[in-house]
């Protein structure tokens, strides 16, 4: 009898952790915490850069169908969509292709956009909508082909060098209304679709 309660008693101080075990335990969570934090900043802006690119690139699909069908003509679009001041009647990208990709897709929203595709404002109806669209059209390609813009007549650019869209630059933008609103970059780097639908950095 007092041999198993002996080895029961042995068993029981084997279970637990000891004050030093726990302690060099602690501590090495808290080393791999020290590294992790200042790494993973870096980290989430990447992931958001990677989504935005991947948005952009469904964009450039949706130009490359629309030309298609379109003699190689871009859509006519403006800059940038309501409710910023732009000085153009034109739809905007997400409205010009529609029916190639849907305006109010989650495509339209670059992950890294705090403030502009949720921006809320009252439309000509009277309704508060968003503004629904974290990018910019360069209105060089708008209602033209490649061959008839100033990038390739003036600057003598090819498509893998000739921005079509990108994300908004940070800044302040202001409304339609004349309301100015503070917006951040949306990752520590830019996302520039180009006309041969490659998404790379500004060039």
């Given at each position: 009898m007092s041999i198993r309660l002996e080895r029961h008693r042995v068993r029981s101080a084997r279970a637990g952790f000891t004050l030093v075990e726990l302690l060099v335990t602690i501590s090495i969570m808290a080393i791999l915490?020290?590294?992790t934090i200042p790494v993973l900043p870096k980290v989430m802006d990447s992931a958001r850069r990677v989504a935005c690119s991947s948005n952009l690139r469904q964009i450039g699909i949706s130009l490359d169908l629309y030309k298609d069908r379109n003699k190689l003509k871009y859509p006519v679009a403006r800059y940038?969509?309501?409710p910023w001041l732009s000085g153009s009647e034109d739809l905007p990208l997400n409205e010009a292709l529609e029916g190639y990709l849907d305006s109010?897709?989650?495509v339209w929203?670059?992950?890294?956009?705090r403030v502009v595709y949720d921006y809320?404002?009252?439309n000509d109806e009277g309704q508060i909508v968003k503004a629904g669209l974290s990018y910019v059209y360069i209105t060089a390609f708008s209602g033209r082909s490649f061959e008839e813009t100033f990038y390739a007549r003036f600057l003598q650019r090819?498509?893998?060098?000739s921005p079509v869209s990108h994300d908004y630059d940070g800044g302040v933008f202001e409304t339609q209304d004349g309301?100015?609103?503070q917006v951040g970059f949306f990752h520590s780097k830019r996302n520039v679709l180009y006309a041969d639908s490659h998404v790379g950095e500004p060039q």
């Amino acid at each position: 009898m007092s041999i198993r309660l002996e080895r029961h008693r042995v068993r029981s101080a084997r279970a637990g952790f000891t004050l030093v075990e726990l302690l060099v335990t602690i501590s090495i969570m808290a080393i791999l915490i020290g590294i992790t934090i200042p790494v993973l900043p870096k980290v989430m802006d990447s992931a958001r850069r990677v989504a935005c690119s991947s948005n952009l690139r469904q964009i450039g699909i949706s130009l490359d169908l629309y030309k298609d069908r379109n003699k190689l003509k871009y859509p006519v679009a403006r800059y940038i969509g309501d409710p910023w001041l732009s000085g153009s009647e034109d739809l905007p990208l997400n409205e010009a292709l529609e029916g190639y990709l849907d305006s109010d897709s989650e495509v339209w929203k670059c992950p890294g956009d705090r403030v502009v595709y949720d921006y809320e404002y009252e439309n000509d109806e009277g309704q508060i909508v968003k503004a629904g669209l974290s990018y910019v059209y360069i209105t060089a390609f708008s209602g033209r082909s490649f061959e008839e813009t100033f990038y390739a007549r003036f600057l003598q650019r090819t498509p893998s060098d000739s921005p079509v869209s990108h994300d908004y630059d940070g800044g302040v933008f202001e409304t339609q209304d004349g309301d100015e609103v503070q917006v951040g970059f949306f990752h520590s780097k830019r996302n520039v679709l180009y006309a041969d639908s490659h998404v790379g950095e500004p060039q």
